[in-house]
């Protein structure tokens, strides 16, 4: 049971990276920089810390010290990376979010590109997923 709640999270936190590029993409689009800022805020807020710390706390609980090795200890490595990048970004979203709080447009839009870095944590997210579906013989 425990692996499929760690599954399931990682593949609503995947699909909150889609939700956030949305935002961004439109938020851009629109020139609307203060309400994306604020609605990516309280994305993560409310759902995506909760959802990326269940998949650590998960994950964590299912770490085997016997296998770290190889292909297991990738998978755990690259898996702390893409948490720690999404808590690096999400400290670019609260200091936004205090730029948009204060309706400091030219602060908000200068911290706008560094909110992006998770795009950069995506690629080295997806191994620990497909070393997990190799493991199961899926891949």
């Known amino acids: 049971m425990l692996k499929f709640i760690h599954l399931f999270f990682i ?5 909150l990276y889609l ?8 938020g851009h689009k629109t020139k609307n920089h203060i309400l994306v800022a604020k609605m990516h805020y309280y994305v993560d807020i409310f759902i995506e810390i909760p959802v990326f710390m ?13 296998k770290f090795s190889g292909l297991y200890a ?13 808590i690096v970004c999400f400290a670019f979203v609260a200091i ?3 730029a948009a709080r204060s309706n400091d447009l030219e602060r908000v839009r200068k911290i706008s590109p ?15 997923l497909a070393i997990g579906m190799h493991f199961k013989g899926l891949l």
């Open 19 to 26: 939700v956030e590029t949305v935002i961004e993409i439109v």
């Open 54 to 66: 269940t998949v650590l706390v998960t994950g964590l609980l299912l770490f085997d010290t016997n």
């Open 96 to 98: 936004r979010n205090q």
């Open 11 to 15: 593949g609503v936190w995947l699909g």
């Open 114 to 128: 560094y909110v992006w870095i998770w795009w950069a944590a995506l690629p080295i997210a997806l191994v620990p």
């Open 74 to 86: 990738i998978k755990i490595i690259c898996g702390l990376i893409a948490v720690s990048a999404n």
